[in-house]
């Protein structure tokens, strides 16, 4: 009996676990609306650009691979917004703006860099960064990353969603 009370609990515990934890992957669902500060303290929201296929990036400046992701993302931004594409980076980075700011000028950044909020982080789930979203052109999450993803890849899934 207490034997099966422990197998119980600990699948119960498991499920519990793995429910609560990002999944890569597709995931079909409507992207959290959100309302957030640009570098230049512009607001900016995701329904502005319903009609677009946004890459949504959550890092952080002192995250290695976060920082090692942005020349991918920065290609892509270049080569595709003409074509529908947003590329969206919301930082996680505490304190003010100053220190996103120089790395933005130092990596030459061109996309739209955010200022993330504790909100935002609970409603897409994010527990590790990078966590990269790809959204469709109706706000839908098409794909989802977790850790560092390669540019082939976000590029295969940007051109079947534009």
Not at 15 to 27: F, H, L, N, R
Not at 118 to 136: E, F, G
Not at 156 to 162: A, E, I, Q
Request: net charge neutral; aromatic share 8%; with cysteine.
């Amino acid at each position: 009996m207490f034997r099966k009370l422990l197998v119980t609990s600990f699948l119960i515990v498991l499920a519990i676990i793995m429910g609560c934890t990002d999944q890569e992957g597709q995931t079909d669902t409507m992207a959290p609306r959100f309302s957030l500060q640009d570098i230049n303290d512009k607001t900016v929201t995701l329904a502005q650009y319903k009609g677009s296929v946004v890459i949504l990036e959550f890092w952080a400046t002192w995250c290695p691979p976060c920082r090692a992701s942005v020349p991918g993302l920065e290609s892509l931004h270049k080569r595709y917004k003409d074509k529908g594409l947003v590329v969206l980076a919301v930082s996680v980075d505490e304190g003010g703006w100053d220190g996103v700011r120089s790395f933005m000028a130092e990596q030459g950044i061109t996309y739209i860099v955010l200022k993330g909020t504790q909100d935002v982080t609970i409603k897409y789930q994010i527990r590790s960064i990078p966590a990269t979203l790809i959204l469709n052109k109706e706000g839908r999450i098409a794909k989802r990353y977790l850790g560092q993803s390669s540019e082939e890849e976000l590029e295969k899934d940007v051109r079947s969603l534009l």
